[in-house]
């Protein structure tokens, strides 16, 4: 029987098998942030431990950063603490830190984008979106605090090997319809439960079609479905992407990588625990209108019917309706907007804002609408400075922002107010996410909020394009 | 950790109802209370926005409930400590005076910081689930008791079974759930695992390539 990468990356960093049943496990690359690490390095001083690998652990600053001018001391005194304790703990354990370079981003924008992020890896951070760089074919996923700290300690982490659920999508995806909505959709079809003790292998003629920036967009939300990683197996698009980035050997030392990334891959007729199939071609722009991302509907269809669901599912459904505020039977299309958010670790990449910008160009954001741009790094945000992406959103009356994660978790001073309803290009539309206790998301792809912020509700974007425009697959 | 002191094999305790699937992290502990640098003062933002207004004044909640003040069992449903990773959320919840949780399932990441953190967290099926709520609604005084070694909850005579990961509950009964120094005890193996891996040592052929 086959091998799945899973199986291949586990097994080569398998350190030792615990006394609690579970592997030790040798983490590659360690990403840390601002948000979840200070306690973790006050725990390894607290203990007289020092960082066993300081050159496999790489931070930077995101969640907490303001995005309109990143000037310091930061008007927030907390965020200013926080940006200050990174600051030093990097110092302090000799940690490459990226917060005060050109290379400050969100940390699952910059790991690809750096090259730090490769095949065969394991790769862990303390933030729930790292399966985004399971798109490169390692095995990646989020941990907590005390996880970071047994990280910093001992470059390893005592874990379970999950199950492998091979989600195959056949076909390929229309014009206009996006990784986004793919990954949507599956969250939608499997529950925001339905990937406890699973990784999700993404795989088939629509996944393979994908380039390397929508597949990022795909793994980041394998967590929203409830699987800690998901990966794609390493194929040309992967290695064509990593080439030449500043982490990655170049010339015949490219050459040994590129076939050991290759020895990686699942093997044909590979082991899965289940698989799950999808025709790409059925698939339609999705927007989410609950209060979890698997509460989700295409764009031509209708809020569900409490009556209609699964009686498993009801409550749920009566409490996203208690909270919206929506109708249940209504169509998602003409529902008002107040806000569009394009940015975040799922949607900030050039490819997302090269999209949005399509639809944007040359016309303007509805009256009483606030719509921001927020590049998801500050590489990002200087290659659209060089395809002139600032002034086609500022002239349409989008607000366009210095990188961070902004108005995905309003962490900064970047939050809704009150009831309003945002057309989102992030993650996640839990109850609060975004700033306002009564706020509302709706996620959609990038394409999608914009053409929501022109037109002051959702719309189907297709319907705005120009006529023959390519198919985007951000 | 020492042995004695880390041991999680009783946990007898009151309970207190909180019902709902997909409860996510971002609503047990909302993302601006994580622009603090130490975990210390997080019991007092568990549920935040849930428990208080937009003026403060505290609104209809299980923890706002006198009647199940002093208890430290919460009882959940689906999917609990779903979405971001944040380890605040358990923190908060251990900061206010919860020792474990009993719900039909936890979301990956949460269940994995509850053990970090020495919180059983036990598995019940979704008829079980409903009928400890309902027994601990009716009487909130009631004691219930977690038992690691039988895998059973007991409250007022009735006795459930539950599940968890068999790794955790061997870290829990054993106290060796906080695992640093275990992890740190096979420096040896850990040296040897990074110098066979190949991209740690110039994509090498690295088939027993062992450098120590």
């Not at chain 1, 000037?71 to 830190?97: C, S, T």
């Not at chain 1, 975040?344 to 949005?356: M, V, Y």
């Not at chain 2, 430290?72 to 949780?101: D, K, W, Y």
């Amino acid at each position: 029987m086959g091998r799945t990468l899973l199986d291949k990356v586990w097994d080569l960093h398998k350190v030792a098998t615990l006394p609690s049943g579970q592997d030790q496990l040798f983490i590659g690359l360690h990403l840390v942030h601002e948000v979840t690490s200070p306690q973790a390095f006050q725990a390894l001083e607290d203990r007289g431990l020092n960082v066993l690998f300081p050159e496999r652990t790489f931070a930077t600053v995101d969640h907490i950063v303001p995005t309109d001018g990143q000037r310091r001391p930061f008007a927030d005194e907390l965020a200013e603490q926080m940006m200050r304790a990174i600051e030093k703990n990097a110092r302090a354990h000799g940690i490459q830190f990226f917060g005060n370079t050109d290379d400050q981003g969100i940390v699952h924008i910059i790991g690809p984008e750096l090259g730090l992020t490769q095949p065969g890896m394991t790769i862990a951070c303390g933030d729930s979106h790292t399966s985004t760089h399971g798109a490169l074919g390692s095995i990646a996923f989020g941990v907590g605090t005390s996880q970071i700290r047994d990280i910093l300690a001992t470059q390893t982490l005592a874990l379970s090997r999950p199950r492998v659920r091979r989600i195959e999508v056949s076909g390929s995806l229309r014009p206009g319809v996006h990784a986004k909505d793919l990954i949507i959709r599956i969250i939608a079809e499997l529950g925001v439960n339905g990937g406890i003790g699973f990784a999700y292998e993404y795989g088939g003629r629509a996944v393979a079609a994908l380039p390397m920036e929508a597949r990022l967009t795909m793994c980041n939300m394998s967590i929203e479905g409830g699987a800690r990683a998901g990966y794609i197996n390493p194929d040309e698009v992967t290695f064509d992407y990593l080439k030449g980035r500043r982490f990655v050997p170049a010339g015949q030392d490219f050459d040994k990588a590129v076939q050991f990334w290759k020895s990686m891959a699942s093997d044909p007729g590979a082991d899965y625990a289940d698989t799950f199939t999808l025709d790409g071609n059925s698939l339609e722009p999705m927007v989410s209108w609950g209060i979890n991302p698997g509460q989700a509907i295409g764009v031509s269809g209708r809020l569900p019917r409490v009556s209609e669901a699964r009686p498993a599912d009801q409550d749920a459904l009566r409490k996203a309706y208690d909270h919206t505020g929506f109708t249940e039977g209504q169509p998602i299309q003409g529902l008002p907007v107040d806000v569009a958010f394009i940015g975040s670790c799922t949607n900030g990449r050039i490819s997302d804002l090269r999209e949005a910008a399509r639809v944007v160009k040359g016309r303007k954001v509805s009256a009483g609408v606030k719509a921001l741009v927020v590049p998801g790094s500050r590489a990002v945000l200087r290659q659209a400075n060089e395809e002139g992406l600032p002034e086609i959103f500022r002239e349409a009356g989008f607000e366009w922002r210095d990188a961070g994660c902004s108005m995905c978790l309003a962490m900064n001073p970047d939050k809704l107010t009150g009831r309003q309803v945002c057309a989102s290009s992030s993650n996640r539309n839990f109850i609060g996410r975004q700033g306002s206790p009564h706020g509302r998301t709706l996620l959609m792809s990038p394409a999608m909020a914009a053409a929501a912020a022109l037109a002051g509700e959702v719309v189907d974007a297709r319907q705005v394009l120009p006529a023959g425009s390519g198919n985007g697959r951000s | 950790m020492a042995g004695g002191e880390g041991v999680r094999k009783l946990i007898r305790g009151r309970g207190i109802v909180v019902p709902g699937d997909d409860i996510d992290t971002d609503r047990i502990i909302p993302a601006r209370y994580l622009r603090l640098i130490t975990f210390e003062e997080l019991g007092k933002y568990a549920f935040f926005d849930e428990r208080f207004d937009d003026n403060g004044k505290p609104k209809k909640h299980p923890l706002n409930d006198s009647r199940f003040a002093g208890g430290t069992i919460l009882l959940v449903n689906r999917n609990f400590g779903c979405g971001s990773s944040r380890e605040h959320a358990p923190q908060s919840l251990m900061r206010m005076g919860i020792r474990a949780f009993v719900g039909e399932s936890f979301a990956e990441i949460f269940s994995g910081n509850c053990t970090a953190l020495g919180l059983p967290a036990s598995r019940v099926s979704h008829e079980d689930a409903l009928k400890l709520q309902a027994l601990v609604d009716a009487d909130p005084g009631l004691e219930l008791s977690i038992d690691l070694e039988s895998l059973t909850v007991t409250a007022g005579g009735q006795r459930v079974t539950f599940t968890m990961p068999d790794s955790d509950r061997k870290s829990l009964v054993s106290g060796t759930w906080d695992t640093t120094a275990m992890l740190l005890s096979n420096r040896e193996a850990i040296r040897a695992a990074a110098s066979r891996i190949p991209y740690l040592n110039g994509f090498a052929a690295a088939r027993g390539a062992g450098r120590g």
